[in-house]
């Protein structure tokens, strides 16, 4: 689809998705160890991790990350936290038995209670889950001095309610087009590196915001997957005209219906369907350059460069049987890594 005598600029698109991203990176092994390979990096959530893996070239360090990821606790309560856990549970069943059993366990309950704090304290948590573990996991393997490849961490700003992007390319390739066309866009620099994937990774409510650096000033940022879980519209703002992206769920165009239990399923279903506009969205914006180059107005790229958008796509042909707060499910963890890497194999064209 690209014109002779040009060489493509390759996109791989990493989506968010927790623990899932072990089949994220599963798929990254295969398609390197086939032999493709990509100038451009686009990642949120997890998607940014496993991208800052791929942009620095440590894919063995990426592959030896998540076959190790359960014993490094990713999913710790906070102390505090975990202390109401205990009482919420404990504490119903003796109430129930009546004021003997209250009385004799009331220097239990008061100092379970008095752990947590004042009220106030308490109203003050911005996430229940310690950072630390992922914190940790970015600290030991990111380098921002060993980038090879052009990175896009997408990341979502509370404090101006924007949807940012952060970026880093080479200095041979030049950013000048892609911030045109992205206005909230901010330099990656050794001093934001870590802290704006680790921002991107947070997602809200577990994880306390993340502040980060844009020059400037501060801003506190969550999860990319709030307003940008699959950034292929930021793949093609970069230039890329192949355009690869990674899934984590399988294509089922007959979805089963079903029945809404609870304010965090009611959070969880509208998320999803805010994904799907804006994936929806950004292959219309593909199929809009497309019909422009065939039609022989000038599409977007480098310098007005005329140019066709390919889009290609990996996915799990079913549901994997990890979900997304899994880390401590090695068996599962490995079992959707090893899937990843067959899947690799069974790249395919979306028909924009």
């Not at 008061?110 to 940790?136: E, K, M, R, Y």
């Not at 304010?263 to 994936?279: E, N, P, R, S």
Request: charged residues 15%; contains cysteine; aromatic residues 6%.
């Amino acid at each position: 689809m690209t014109e002779p005598n040009r060489t493509s600029t390759r996109a791989l698109v990493l989506s968010g998705g927790g623990a899932l991203g072990a089949y994220e990176a599963g798929v990254i092994k295969g398609l390197f160890d086939r032999g493709e390979d990509f100038e451009v990096i686009c990642g949120t959530s997890i998607g940014a991790l496993n991208g800052s893996f791929v942009a620095q070239n440590k894919l063995a360090e990426l592959e030896a990350t998540w076959r190790g990821i359960a014993a490094r606790n990713v999913i710790r309560l906070l102390p505090e936290v975990m202390l109401l856990k205990t009482i919420v549970s404990e504490l119903p069943p003796i109430l129930a038995r009546g004021w003997v059993q209250i009385l004799l366990n009331a220097g239990k309950i008061w100092s379970q209670v008095h752990g947590l704090g004042s009220l106030s304290n308490l109203l003050t948590f911005l996430g229940g889950i310690d950072p630390t573990p992922i914190a940790t996991i970015i600290d030991e393997h990111l380098d921002f001095s060993l980038l090879q490849r052009s990175l896009i961490v997408s990341g979502t700003n509370l404090t101006f309610g924007t949807s940012d992007a952060f970026f880093w390319f080479p200095p041979s390739t030049g950013s000048s087009n892609f911030q045109a066309a992205n206005p909230s866009t901010y330099p990656l620099t050794p001093e934001n590196f870590r802290a704006a994937v680790r921002a991107s990774t947070s997602i809200p409510g577990a994880f306390a915001p993340v502040a980060v650096s844009t020059g400037s000033q501060e801003s506190q940022y969550v999860d990319g997957g709030v307003a940008n879980n699959t950034p292929i519209g930021q793949a093609i703002d970069a230039g890329a005209d192949d355009v690869l992206v990674i899934f984590m769920d399988s294509d089922n165009s007959s979805p089963t219906p079903q029945r809404i239990e609870n304010l965090a399923q009611v959070g969880l279903d509208c998320f999803g369907v805010m994904q799907q506009k804006i994936l929806t969205s950004d292959l219309k914006t593909a199929q809009r350059v497309n019909q422009s180059v065939a039609a022989g107005r000038a599409g977007i790229g480098s310098g007005g460069a005329r140019r066709e958008i390919r889009i290609r796509s990996v996915r799990p042909k079913q549901q994997l049987a990890l979900s997304v707060l899994q880390f401590d499910r090695q068996d599962l963890i490995d079992q959707a890594y090893n899937q990843g890497i067959v899947d690799a194999n069974t790249v395919s064209d979306i028909t924009v």
